[in-house]
């Protein structure tokens, strides 16, 4: 159990029998008031955001929720699943539920799934990924101003910028926080 | 945290203060923070010292010393809150608490004006000022210029939430509506003092003489910051026993240790006619400093121990 005093950002709760992230928060207390603590929540499972204000003598139960490292297998229609590396275990999320974690994920990717009880709610792509470049325009030799960059295409239909010198076939690592360009990778 | 220069700015000012009311004819106290029994203050957890207890505020033993005879005293000292921990609000901070025999709460609003002002003039080198009398504080241009505006809660309520008072503490939902809606909209241009609480709200202050409804209490805002509190005082040692007597039991209602504070009760009949305020110091330095958070003006934070 959590009581109001445990609120902090980061935190995260169960309401209505469903998981909250604490995003924002803030302690106020009037004079001779009592203790308010002010919150911006998003729904784990489905991202709505919402405010709510609490007293001290309010509860919250802690979510069950844990992380266990699986390896994607295959996408059929908007099922894409994935195999418990320990267990062998095999669950499905929706495409929906991926979201834009698509853009970076290839088969046999080692990921972590965030369940609530035994539901999957969430997936952690690995920080960085090296995915194949498959449209590039070729490089204009002789271009040496350096600064520029160029659009390319990866594997998983991903457009990002990357420098001129890049290629169609290459290999580049991207970083999946911010979908960048980080460097060419020699395999 | 403060750098030696912080720490430099905040000795001036606690120097600027002490001479505000040196020259106003105060006496400076020093009264014991660890007490057998407190106030009781059904929104405010103490910290236990053995079997004792760290003060919430120096207003029990200032207020003895006023049945004592002494007319006009002011003391800036720690005082500790349990569980109050925010942007705003620290577990130990110092206040600056006084008391005046024979004024009434709008003598201290008065007051808070004019000591302002002379902090203006004496402490120009203080980042949050301009030379024409303007604090900046965060997104706020808050003029100095007096004198400052006087709403009444109702009033507040009515302008910045559009609901009325009765209503709201009907629902149970003052506190939510004040720190929500209408302490954001206050003291954004000018300070404000809101003023003429409901009564269960100032269980420490007089009520009006015509309307046992409202107690004579204000709080200074500045900049949406709540910077002081101040009231005409409760003397009568009857009507203060009955509210002490429904703060004991919403305490004891939540399972909190409260106990009627016997000697106190015993001297206010000697204190006659009186207004206090007590005024946030780190809050008044971190407004002068220009910093946003409380932790910025102090010495030390906990975390830091």
Redesign the interface.
């Known amino acids: 159990m959590y009581t109001a005093s445990d609120l902090r950002k980061g935190l995260k709760i169960q309401i209505d029998g469903e998981p909250y992230l604490v995003t924002e928060f803030d302690f106020s207390k009037p004079g001779k008031g009592q203790a308010l603590y002010r919150t911006k929540m998003r729904n784990m499972i489905t991202g709505v955001q919402f405010t709510q204000t609490y007293r001290s003598n309010d509860k919250f139960d802690r979510p069950n929720l844990e992380e266990r490292n699986m390896q994607f297998l295959y996408a059929q229609d908007d099922e894409y699943h994935f195999m418990d590396t320990v267990s062998f275990e095999q669950i499905f999320l929706t495409k929906e539920q991926l979201g834009d974690n698509l853009s970076f994920l290839i088969d046999n990717m080692e990921v972590q799934v965030l369940f609530f009880g035994e539901r999957p709610i969430d997936v952690t792509l690995p920080t960085f990924v090296n995915l194949e470049v498959t449209v590039a325009d070729p490089w204009a030799k002789g271009d040496t101003s350096g600064t520029d960059t160029k659009p390319v295409t990866v594997q998983t239909g991903f457009q990002l910028q990357v420098p001129p010198f890049v290629e169609q076939g290459d290999k580049i690592q991207i970083d999946t926080r911010t979908g960048s360009y980080i460097t060419r990778v020699k395999e | 945290m403060l750098t030696p220069q912080g720490l430099q700015q905040r000795s001036d000012l606690l120097q600027a203060i002490r001479s505000f009311f040196f020259e106003g004819g105060y006496m400076e106290v020093d009264t014991p923070l660890r007490l057998p029994v407190l106030l009781p203050?059904s929104?405010i957890v103490p910290f236990a010292s053995e079997d004792w207890y760290l003060h919430t505020s120096p207003e029990l033993c200032m207020k003895r010393l006023l049945a004592r005879g002494c007319s006009q005293i002011f003391q800036i000292c720690h005082c500790f809150r349990k569980?109050?921990?925010?942007?705003i609000?620290q577990p130990e901070f110092t206040m600056l608490e006084w008391y005046h025999k024979g004024w009434g709460y709008f003598d201290l609003m008065r007051e808070c004006e004019a000591l302002l002002a002379l902090l203006c003039r004496l402490l120009p080198q203080m980042p949050g000022l301009s030379s024409e009398g303007t604090l900046s504080w965060r997104e706020c241009r808050i003029s100095l210029c007096q004198p400052w505006d006087r709403l009444t809660v109702a009033a507040a309520f009515r302008q910045h939430a559009g609901v009325e008072v009765d209503e709201v503490l009907k629902l149970g939902i003052?506190?939510?509506v004040?720190?929500?809606a209408v302490?954001p909209k206050l003291g954004r241009e000018r300070p404000v003092f809101l003023y003429d609480?409901p009564v269960a709200?100032?269980?420490l202050a007089r009520c009006r003489p015509n309307n046992r409804q409202v107690a004579e209490r204000f709080?200074l805002y500045i900049g949406g910051v709540?910077l002081a509190?101040g009231f005409s005082e409760l003397v009568d040692p009857e009507e203060q026993r009955h509210r002490f007597s429904l703060e004991i039991e919403r305490l004891r209602g939540?399972g909190k240790d409260a106990a009627m504070p016997e000697t106190f009760l015993a001297d206010l009949a000697l204190v006659g006619e009186t207004a206090g305020i007590a005024l946030g110091f780190d809050r008044l330095f971190m407004l002068l400093m220009g910093y946003s958070s409380l932790a910025e003006a102090m010495p030390f934070i906990i975390e830091e121990l």
Do not use: I, K
Request: proline share 0%; aromatic share 8%.
């Open positions: 203050e929104n569980e109050e921990s925010g942007r609000h003052f506190d939510e004040l720190v929500t302490e609480y709200l100032g269980s709080e709540e509190n939540e």
